[in-house]
């Protein structure tokens, strides 16, 4: 079925509103009496019928309401350091059909790409879009937020408000799987951008007690690196 989210939903009627309900109206052609699938965002999917509709506004009548089957029981933050180009976009789109719940933007010393305060601004609304897009495709139970921009001491900090922080190095020789050892619900990652991390900056991060490990032998691009990462992560604890 469709599958469109919405907050104004609760056990027995939703409403679908924008852009959403001009998609069911004008490139669906959908007909009051037929079915969907709605999500309130938090997690919950909502089997609904069509009561009426037009271009602004879908009225829907809740037969079902369950928890969504497409959520990851880790929660998994990406800090992602910034790269160049569009590869970002990628990233998020990638990262969220892999189970991620959010992703920050992080400025590293090697980071090529240094937007200001104005064009960060607009980047982030085009990132939330991407992340809201690949959420539908996917069908994700939650939209994964892309949040502002953080310096490296700033997301360090941040790291390590999560049960587990790991940032991906290289030159580690630490084991990726004894990380993730035992039952784990909420996890924080960090990527390099092109070039990686300066040898300072890992050394602040393992004296902040976060773990610094190798994603192999080969050097991966930043852009590969984060999607193999959430990969493993997805398959050993059971999410993939």
Do not use: W
């Not at 009561?51 to 990406?78: G, I, W």
């Not at 495709?137 to 999560?162: F, N, S, T, W």
């Amino acid at each position: 079925m469709p599958r469109f989210f919405t907050e104004s939903i609760d056990e027995t009627k939703g409403i679908i509103c924008g852009d959403d309900a001009k998609h069911i109206t004008k490139v669906l052609r959908m007909h009051p009496g037929e079915k969907l699938t709605a999500c309130d965002c938090q997690g919950n999917d909502y089997d609904c019928v069509i009561q009426s509709l037009d271009e602004k506004q879908v009225e829907l009548a809740v037969e079902r309401v369950y928890p969504s089957e497409t959520e990851p029981s880790v929660s998994v933050t990406l800090y992602q350091a910034m790269p160049k180009s569009d590869k970002m976009e990628l990233i998020i789109q990638k990262a969220v059909e892999l189970g991620v719940s959010a992703i920050v933007p992080v400025q590293t010393k090697r980071c090529v790409s240094r937007p200001d305060a104005k064009s960060m601004a607009k980047k982030l609304e085009r990132y939330n879009r991407i992340a809201l897009e690949a959420a539908k495709q996917c069908g994700r139970g939650r939209i994964p937020q892309v949040l502002p921009m953080l310096d490296y001491g700033q997301a360090l900090e941040a790291m390590k408000q999560d049960e587990k922080a790991i940032l991906f190095y290289e030159n580690s020789t630490s084991s990726f799987r004894k990380e993730l050892e035992g039952a784990v619900s909420s996890l924080s990652i960090m990527v390099g951008a092109e070039g990686g991390f300066e040898e300072e900056e890992v050394k602040q991060a393992l004296e902040q007690g976060i773990a610094s490990i190798s994603l192999g032998k080969r050097i991966l691009r930043c852009e590969t690196a984060p999607l193999a990462a959430l990969s493993i992560i997805m398959y050993e604890t059971a999410n993939m």
